[in-house]
């Protein structure tokens, strides 16, 4: 993803509290061994978040037949409770990470889902994981774990600017390489730069109000 930069000198800056995502994280397995597992309804996998985070990364292999699928995450299994959800167009090549971004939830127990609603998609699954907190279409399972990641976000909020509507941006800023459904900007990411609501980018998609760039690694 190309990030722009836009001058102080351009906008009317106020600032905002957000919790910045620290580089730490906690991954839902602990082996080593890999294989795709075919999502006949839904996979889901169980986790204790021992501080504040705001993205959940999950690693989808193979695709044999373009499709869609929509990630939740609950409360526990039983979801008793669901924070977010969000749906993501997934292409035949696959091998991709599906970065699922919201305003940061406390430590404590959670549960994602992948709801398979359409095509033939292989998820990325740690068959030597011996965590054991993987769900196969509501029931738990023992044969793997997901291949996802917690990411953390500071505990601390910190204030970072942002800009407002009607402010100018320099020519390129919303640039995206090879946009996809996979980068478009969300609410709730952080990163230092950011561009206006309403700039429009190369994929055909709109920045959202008081959002930040969300770098998609892998």
């Given at each position: 993803m190309t990030i722009g930069k836009i001058t102080a000198s351009q906008q009317d800056i106020v600032y905002v509290k957000v919790?910045?995502?620290d580089d730490t994280f906690l991954?839902?397995?602990?082996?080593?061994?890999k294989a795709?597992?075919?999502?006949?309804?839904?996979?889901?996998?169980?986790f204790t978040a021992v501080r504040w985070f705001g993205r959940i990364k999950i690693k989808i292999g193979n695709v044999n037949e373009a499709g869609k699928v929509r990630i939740t995450l609950h409360d526990s299994p039983t979801k008793a409770k669901?924070?977010?959800?969000?749906?993501f167009e997934l292409p035949v090549s696959g091998f991709i990470v599906l970065h699922m971004a919201?305003?940061?939830?406390?430590?404590?127990?959670?549960?994602?889902?992948?709801?398979?609603?359409?095509?033939?998609?292989?998820?990325?699954?740690?068959?030597?994981?011996?965590?054991?907190?993987?769900?196969?279409?509501?029931?738990?399972t023992t044969a793997?774990?997901?291949?996802?990641?917690?990411?953390?976000?500071?505990?601390?909020?910190?204030?970072r600017p942002v800009v407002v509507v009607g402010d100018p941006v320099d020519s390129g800023v919303t640039t995206i390489s090879g946009g996809s459904e996979l980068g478009k900007i969300m609410v709730g990411t952080v990163e230092k730069n950011i561009s206006r609501a309403g700039d429009?980018?190369?994929?055909?998609?709109?920045?959202?109000?008081?959002?930040?760039f969300l770098e998609l690694d892998t």
């Amino acid at each position: 993803m190309t990030i722009g930069k836009i001058t102080a000198s351009q906008q009317d800056i106020v600032y905002v509290k957000v919790r910045p995502e620290d580089d730490t994280f906690l991954e839902t397995h602990d082996g080593g061994v890999k294989a795709n597992y075919y999502v006949a309804s839904s996979v889901g996998e169980r986790f204790t978040a021992v501080r504040w985070f705001g993205r959940i990364k999950i690693k989808i292999g193979n695709v044999n037949e373009a499709g869609k699928v929509r990630i939740t995450l609950h409360d526990s299994p039983t979801k008793a409770k669901t924070y977010y959800e969000n749906e993501f167009e997934l292409p035949v090549s696959g091998f991709i990470v599906l970065h699922m971004a919201f305003d940061p939830l406390i430590a404590g127990d959670y549960y994602w889902e992948v709801v398979r609603l359409s095509g033939s998609i292989g998820i990325s699954v740690v068959t030597d994981s011996t965590l054991h907190k993987a769900y196969t279409d509501g029931n738990p399972t023992t044969a793997f774990d997901v291949e996802s990641k917690i990411m953390y976000v500071t505990d601390e909020e910190t204030e970072r600017p942002v800009v407002v509507v009607g402010d100018p941006v320099d020519s390129g800023v919303t640039t995206i390489s090879g946009g996809s459904e996979l980068g478009k900007i969300m609410v709730g990411t952080v990163e230092k730069n950011i561009s206006r609501a309403g700039d429009s980018m190369a994929n055909g998609g709109q920045i959202l109000t008081g959002c930040w760039f969300l770098e998609l690694d892998t």
